[in-house]
């Protein structure tokens, strides 16, 4: 293990979590047949394609270019399996409306609109995020707003709990549609507004909801927005809750130690925000087909050098940031997130008005795209 970590580090010198654990973390996801954007574990691109090097040259990855997979050849002998994972396996087969779900999952797989940042979870988080709103009781008998939704989190909330009203608000009319029909054929009673987050929500959203669930754009001014957003809809003077996601792993542009500090600052201070649970490396995310396609053709092209050391060196040079899409950008990682959860007695939305210059000015573009854009922009 350390011989590939070693490896790694040959190629990848400044990867933090470049680890032991973290290329056992790799070792357990290519146990089963994924895509190169669907190996979640904390290293940046580059590690994982280091790695991914270094297992094809000893003859251990099976590569299956049409599904756009890879493989280990051969079975590692492992000592401990995730808690985690098996208890979530366990509670998917036992759910008594599973085949909703199915329906509700399939019906949410539609091309991603980049513009809007989006980017749904895979099934497990999907199940550890409602079982967690659900364990801290935010979803039965509660009012609740999802301020955006590509996952359909709203339409598990409704089929596997009972909460009192369902509200999404998104921009993406396509989305809502799905949902709006999955609502009819299984009896929800989901309501959907068509509304840009830019703008404060409207009137009748405001201060009437017990919980917020939002997956936001992962940078410092999108996290701000979408939770503000959710705060103004939460009720006044009674305890209410809010969920959201951030990235826990150091990412130059987007999340750095510092970001953190602030986000949870401002949350905390000025939107009178209580921390009160969070779920670690909770959340994957499925990676578009398109990325894993350009993912793979790098990773082909690469393989055709005779050496480990010219697969790495044509590595370097294609994984530039090159695409609007963040997992393409080497330096991302592609590390789970945190669902964190805050709780309100008094909640203070910090931005009130429309996202305007001035917002931008002091928190940043809402999109992390644009984060990365104006970086490539600035390093040309
Ligand atoms: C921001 S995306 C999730 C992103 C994911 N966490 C990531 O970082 O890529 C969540 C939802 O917000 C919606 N959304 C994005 N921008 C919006 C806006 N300005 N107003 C309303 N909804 C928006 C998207 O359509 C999507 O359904």
Redesign the pocket.
């Known amino acids: 293990m350390g011989e590939i970590t070693e490896a790694c580090r040959t190629f990848v010198v400044n990867d933090p979590n470049l680890t032991v654990y973290e290329v056992l973390r790799l070792l357990r996801i290519l146990e089963g047949e994924t895509t190169i954007g669907g190996i979640t574990c904390k290293m940046t691109v580059s590690s994982v394609m280091a790695a991914l090097g270094f297992l094809y040259y000893k003859g251990m990855l099976r590569v299956d270019r049409e599904r756009l997979t890879v493989k280990l050849t051969s079975k590692v002998e492992w000592d401990v399996k995730s808690l985690v994972e098996l208890e979530i396996r366990g509670a998917v087969y036992a759910l008594s409306r599973a085949e909703a779900l199915r329906d509700a999952l399939k019906k949410r797989d539609m091309e991603i ?1 980049y ?7 895979n099934y497990d988080s999907l199940m550890r995020k409602f079982a967690f709103m659900q364990s801290f009781q935010d979803v039965d008998g509660k009012e609740i707003i999802f ?5 359909f989190l709203s339409v598990t909330c409704s089929l596997l709990g009972r909460p009192k009203r369902v509200v999404v ?4 009319e396509r ?1 809502l549609e799905g949902i709006r029909e999955l609502s009819d054929k299984y009896g929800l009673e989901i309501e959907t507004y068509k ?4 703008y404060p929500l409207p009137d009748e959203l405001q201060g009437s909801f017990d919980t917020f669930c ?5 940078c410092l001014g ?1 996290i701000l ?2 939770v503000s957003r959710g705060v103004s809809a939460l009720k006044r003077g009674t305890e209410t809750a809010g969920y959201f ?1 951030f990235q826990t792993v150091n990412e130059p542009l987007l999340m750095t130690f510092e970001t953190r500090q602030k986000l949870l600052k401002l949350i905390t201070n000025e939107m009178n925000g209580v921390i009160y649970g969070m779920l670690p490396a909770s ?1 994957k ?1 499925i990676t578009p087909r398109n990325e894993d396609e350009k993912l793979m053709e790098v990773f082909l092209e690469a393989t055709k050098r005779p050496s480990l050391e010219e697969y790495y060196r044509h590595v370097e040079e294609t994984l530039k940031p090159s695409s609007k899409f ?1 997992e393409f950008y080497p330096e991302f990682s592609m590390e789970t ?1 945190m669902i964190t959860r805050v709780v309100f007695r008094e909640p203070k939305p910090l931005i009130e008005g429309e996202y305007n210059k001035k917002a931008e000015e002091k928190y940043g573009p ?3 795209w644009a984060i990365i854009e104006q970086h490539i922009a600035k390093e040309k």
Do not use: A, M, R
């Open positions: 609109i513009e809007f940042s989006q980017l749904p979870i301020v955006g939704d590509d996952d608000v998104d921009l993406d989305l509304h840009n987050f830019i939002t997956d936001s754009p992962h999108g927005l979408f996601v959340i995310y963040i997130s809402i999109y992390s």
